[in-house]
Nanobody, 128 residues
Framework: QLQLVESGGGLTQPGGSLRVSCVASGNRLERYAISWFRQAPGKEREGVACISAGGQTYYRDSVKGRFTASRDNAKNTVYLQMNDLLPSDTGVYFC??????????????????????WGQGIPVTVSS
């Protein structure tokens, strides 16, 4: 059974950068699509980025040009590089897996219901 563990969150100032990692165990990550979600206090969990098993990437509009999802299948790890961070990027970031080897439709934004294996989440705070 695939298990996911996030790391790398923390505190940064507006305009700063952080990279969060999602390390998988229990199965090879290369057969899964992986998405990143975030949940701000008092708000619903929202999809941020997705990287398909084949490496195609999808982003919500508010992070396009600032966030980059990538994967290193040899390390069984997926990354989310976050640049030019805004206070509105603050939240707990989760990675999640979908046992789906295909591609998603253009402009796809990850949906919670599409992913059934979740990490425990890691906080990211952007504040001056």
């Amino acid at each position: 059974q695939l298990q996911l563990v996030e790391s790398g969150g923390g505190l940064t100032q507006p305009g700063g950068s952080l990279r969060v990692s999602c390390v998988a165990s229990g199965n090879r990550l290369e057969r899964y699509a992986i998405s990143w979600f975030r949940q701000a206090p008092g708000k619903e969990r929202e999809g941020v980025a997705c990287i398909s098993a084949g490496g195609q990437t999808y982003y919500r509009d508010s992070v396009k040009g600032r966030f980059t999802a990538s994967r290193d299948n040899a390390k069984n790890t997926v990354y989310l590089q976050m640049n030019d961070l805004l206070p509105s990027d603050t939240g707990v970031y989760f990675c999640a897996a979908d046992d789906y080897a295909g591609i998603y439709y253009p402009h796809y934004v990850p949906v919670v219901a599409d992913f059934n294996i979740w990490g425990q989440g890691i906080p990211v705070t952007v504040s001056s």
